[in-house]
């Protein structure tokens, strides 16, 4: 295979010219993870990059090849954030002005990184509810203005300022066996691939994906990029909902396994990142250690990198990742509980149908008019996963009536 010549992808003239304004960032081997898994694992930390994401690699290296003439007239981007930051970054380097379009959803610790990043040199517009809508704006924009848009992952030159991970990876690693890395728009994985494919070709390639924007997964299942009507956007740096032209034909071609993550583990993998190692990542950051729960019996003995992509997580979103990790873990469960018209129903539940180490973690009567005759919310939270049905017989034993939301996603979203 030799897919960076038919394509023109230099790595090496890359990794040169972004060496000035891009850092250099560790390869660190993991000793808990390593055994864990029975393998060696190495995390390629991308969340301490300058703008703390590998998203500064392709834009600058895009930007810094455009002519004078296309740098004066500015540029324009969209993004949910982390490329925001690398396109605002390259700017500042510079010193050309740029548009920089982000979905209103962006977590706004995002929103003040670019600005921070970009100084004056940059303008940001919020503007549509995922990346998809915001994208059509900036290129409406572009058009109009006649500037040059920098596309945040389907395009050559972003490729390959992408790809120049796996060349430190590989300088610093070449007994590599395999490389996980996460997919939004697939550039990352599209460069990197495209990198290590040519130079080591048994090297095993493992894409991965949130479960709730799966749209490289069902591309390479459809043969072709679809564009998904719905995407879950909590893993707000890797879901799109429909992935490049460019980068899907390379991943097809390079990728020998593609793995969607479930939201919960991606946010139990957060955690235990932060509470183990120290490391803050943000969701897209975490699905490549995520992962490995799948791919156990295929790294076993061999040496692994886990790409960690970015590091642009708001603290303001911790309570809702232990919430989903809770969750996922089957340690938090609501219920609407129906208590029984007699005195002390309330204190019988408590004393009796919780478990000593169960917590009620929300109480809350459903009716406005004569609560304490109604149904009320109740969210317990357990030590361990097994304590569940203990618990559940327990509420029929003392003839509680109540109805397990976590099994009905309909009233979960209505009343959680």
Known sequence: MNVDKEVGLDFGAAAKRISDTVK??????????????????????????????YKLRGAYNMISTLPAQQLQNGVVCASAGNHAQGVAYSCKKLNIKGVIFMPEITPRQKVKQTEMFGGDNIKIVL???????????????????????IPPFDNIKVIEGQGTVGV??????????????????????????????????????????????????????????????YIDRFVDGAAVKRVGNLTFKYCNELLDQMLLIPEGKICTTILKLYNEDAIVVEPAGALAVASLDQVKELIEGKTVVCIVSGGNNDIERMQEIKEKSLLFEGLKHYFIVRFPQRPGALK??????????????????????????????????????????????????FKFDVIELNNDQTLFEYLV
């Open 168 to 229: 430190e990876v590989f300088e610093d690693l070449p007994e590599l066996d395999v490389v996980i890395m996460p997919i939004g728009g697939g550039g990352l994985a599209s460069g990197v691939g495209s990198y290590l494919k040519n130079i080591k070709p048994s090297v095993q390639l493992i894409g991965v994906e949130p479960e709730g924007a799966p749209s490289m997964k069902n591309a390479m299942e459809n043969g072709d990029p679809v564009t998904l009507e």
């Open 348 to 397: 019988l539940f408590v004393n009796n149908v919780l478990g000593p180490h169960d917590d009620i973690t929300r109480f809350e009567f459903i009716k406005k008019t004569n609560r304490e005759n109604g149904p009320a919310l109740v969210g317990i939270e357990l030590a361990e996963r097994s304590h569940y049905e203990a618990l559940v017989a327990r509420m029929k034993e």
């Open 24 to 53: 250099r960032t560790p390869l660190e081997y993991n000793a808990g993870l390593s055994k864990k898994y029975n393998a060696n694992i190495y995390l390629k930390r991308e969340d301490l990059q300058v703008v703390r994401s």
């Open 127 to 149: 503007v549509g509810d995922t990346f998809d809508d915001c994208m059509k704006e900036a290129l409406i924009y572009t058009e109009q203005q006649q500037m040059t848009f």
